[in-house]
């Protein structure tokens, strides 16, 4: 029988055709910002100019270490919520309101983000809660909060339950055992679902201009009020900067997750 062979012309250039759907824009955008013309449509050499322009802009840098702080809050704050209920749901069995807890942790999930932001501005009009950085950060903790619950009770339903088990056979209480066994199990995932939530929160636009207040801006809410008079040629270098950020943060995640993992595998045996 004729062996068909996996890479073949036609998948090739599937492959060749959605990876330039998907990052030729972006590879165009970091290419002009590097642009010296005025016009952003118009290729004028290359030029650091619009840098230099972006770090004496005062509101899109404040824009954005508003984006940055709230980003780090909610992500780590997600996790954290995240990851207990979804050691809730794997490790609870069938307590009683099990069904009613997991839909209401996922329903953001499937929630239109519209509906979720006026919902919240109403929340915090009733409690006379002063709109800023912190009704920012609790409106992305509840956005990102199901997405790392996700991703970590995925992880913890695939674990082998026995190293547990053995944990406590050998002395260890429950939550020792969880510390000590299954927590370095599950870091990979914890540590991606901080990543997505950061992403998550940084890229985040509707519940933002829901919550915010004066003065207290995010990056995508400046820049979205921005773009509606035109494309400024410093909102490309802004933008490829936080490309940047990101993929920094892909590496280092990926890095802690792989050192996590085989800390991890090392350990489980003991």
């Known amino acids: 029988m004729r062996k068909v062979s996996g890479l073949s012309r036609f998948n090739i250039a599937s492959l060749a055709l959605g990876l330039a759907f998907l990052y030729l824009p972006i590879l165009i955008l970091v290419l002009y910002s590097f642009n010296a013309s005025r016009l952003v449509t118009v290729w004028g050499g290359w030029s650091l100019h619009w840098y230099r322009e972006l770090f004496n802009d005062r509101a899109m840098i404040e824009a ?138 940084l890229d985040d636009l509707v519940i933002a201009s829901f919550t915010t207040g004066p003065g207290s801006a995010t990056l995508p809410i400046r820049i979205y009020s921005e773009v509606r008079l035109g494309v400024k040629p410093e909102i490309n270098a802004i933008c490829t900067l936080v490309i940047a950020l990101i993929a920094v943060v892909i590496v280092i995640a990926s890095l802690a997750s792989k050192l996590s993992s085989s800390q991890g595998e090392s350990a489980a045996p003991l």
Do not use: K
């Open 64 to 201: 954005a270490w508003m984006s940055l702080r709230v980003a780090v809050a909610s992500a780590t704050i997600a996790t954290l919520l995240g990851t207990l209920a979804a050691v809730a749901l794997s490790r609870g069995e069938r307590f009683r309101g099990r069904t009613l807890f997991s839909g209401m942790l996922y329903a953001p999930l499937v929630m239109p983000e519209v509906i979720t932001g006026l919902s919240l501005l109403l929340l915090f009009v009733a409690l006379n809660a002063e709109r800023g950085f912190w009704t920012v950060t609790i409106a992305h903790t509840t956005l990102t909060m199901c997405f790392v619950a996700v991703v970590v009770q995925s992880r913890l339903g695939s674990l082998d339950r026995s190293l547990e088990e053995a944990a406590m056979d050998l002395g260890c209480n429950p939550v020792r055992a969880f510390i000590a066994v299954t927590l370095p199990l599950i870091a990979p995932a914890i540590v991606a679902g901080w990543m997505l939530a950061f992403t998550l929160s």
